[in-house]
T-cell receptor
Framework: AQKITQTQPGMFVQEKEAVTLDCTYD???????LFWYKQPSSGEMIFLIY??????QNATEGRYSLNFQKARKSANLVISASQLGDSAMYFC?????????????FGKGTHLIIQP | DARVTQTPRHKVTEMGQEVTMRCQPI?????VFWYRQTMMQGLELLAY????????DSGMPKDRFSAEMPDATLATLKIQPSEPRDSAVYFC?????????????????FGAGTRLSVL
């Protein structure tokens, strides 16, 4: 079984500042994958970034990067130069060893608000 | 612009009525997932399919929920009879799984969801 913990229910950040959203996980699987999704107020779920536990380097996608610390079981999302459009709910999720066709386990989410 | 399409976007119904939610996965994707989002429970996996075959529906209340894939372009989630506690947003997601195992992890792309209210 997998478990995702997001300890920040909400965050306020000034526009253009960098943001770190925390995510810790627990699993007994020897290999796994970690995801971040964004859910704006419109309700859709938008894929942001993926990190495999076997990856040697941290994943990056534009302004998003994943700070993966395997020993600490953490997979924090870093957003550089935040924008007003980044205001949304952010969910950390994981998949176990099955990977290829397994469902995701989600955390409770962090509500990020970017202030001008 | 390939996307997962869910219908209806909103559904209001009375307790005891049958509800059918539909999902058109992204063309070429071979995995389909159903999730439910509520304030109390967050996002929960209900069921998923690979190549139209159900792989796991252990997250779904069996007595009233059923999930099927009549063909590769349509997945359905039915609730019969519906209850107020079924009120939630139901998401469908699809992905392309090229194999099993973590190195074949597929990215799941979500539809816009169906917001269900059971009165």
């Amino acid at each position: 079984a997998q478990k995702i913990t997001q300890t920040q229910p909400g965050m306020f950040v000034q526009e253009k500042e960098a943001v770190t959203l925390d995510c810790t996980y627990d699993t007994s699987d020897p290999s796994y994958g970690l995801f971040w999704y964004k859910q704006p107020s419109s309700g859709e779920m938008i894929f942001l970034i993926y990190q495999g536990s076997y990856d040697q380097q941290n994943a990056t996608e534009g302004r998003y990067s994943l700070n993966f610390q395997k020993a600490r079981k953490s997979a924090n999302l870093v957003i550089s130069a935040s924008q007003l459009g980044d205001s949304a709910m952010y969910f950390c999720a994981m998949v176990g060893t099955g990977g290829g066709a397994d469902g995701l386990t989600f955390g409770k989410g962090t509500h990020l608000i970017i202030q001008p | 612009d390939a996307r997962v399409t869910q219908t209806p976007r909103h559904k209001v119904t009375e307790m005891g009525q049958e509800v059918t939610m539909r999902c058109q996965p992204i063309l070429g994707h071979n995995t389909v997932f159903w999730y439910r989002q509520t304030m109390m429970q967050g996002l929960e996996l209900l069921a998923y399919f690979r190549n139209r075959a159900p792989l796991d529906d252990s997250g779904m209340p069996k007595d009233r929920f059923s999930a099927e894939m009549p063909d590769a372009t349509l997945a359905t989630l039915k609730i019969q009879p519906s209850e107020p506690r079924d009120s939630a947003v139901y998401f469908c997601a699809s992905g392309l799984a090229r194999g099993t195992g973590i190195r074949n992890t597929n990215i799941q792309y979500f539809g816009a969801g169906t917001r269900l209210s059971v009165l």
